[in-house]
């Protein structure tokens, strides 16, 4: 499984950005999908997930209700609303290997594999 981010920039405080993580073939359709992200010096930080349908969401208590993660068959986005400085990072998307009834593992970047290569966010103030 390949996977590649995109969408990220320079955005003022309060604005919005659109990323996708796009994905070889239709590799990703059968598993869960999340979003991370990673400043210098930092722990990667858990950011949203997906379950495979698209039809269940968790969130990040520092993002929710600004960001949100959807999904199709080979790709999946994050819309970035009311956007901060303190959410400059690179943004990475990675996929699950746990079933997502485990909602531990849905925040862990340990039970996330086929890391992507990142997308540079940062928001200036």
């Known amino acids: 499984v390949q996977l590649q981010a995109s969408g990220g920039g320079l955005v003022q405080a309060g604005g919005s950005l659109r990323l996708l993580c796009a994905a070889s073939?239709?590799?990703?359709?059968?598993?869960?999908m999340g979003w991370f992200r990673q400043t210098p010096g930092k722990e990667r930080e858990f950011v949203a997930a997906?379950?495979?349908?698209?039809?269940d969401t968790y969130y990040a208590d520092s993002v929710k209700g600004r960001f949100t993660i959807s999904r199709d068959r080979n790709a999946v986005y994050l819309q970035m609303n009311s956007l901060k400085p303190e959410d400059t990072a690179v943004y990475l998307c990675?996929?699950?290997?746990?079933?997502?009834?485990?909602?531990?593992?849905?925040?862990?970047?340990?039970?996330?594999?086929?890391w992507g290569m990142g997308t540079q966010v940062t928001v200036s103030s």
């Open positions: 073939g239709n590799a990703i359709s059968s598993y869960g």
């Open positions: 990675a996929v699950s290997f746990r079933g997502w009834n485990d909602q531990k593992s849905r925040s862990s970047a340990t039970d996330y594999g086929y």
């Open positions: 997906i379950n495979w349908s698209g039809g």
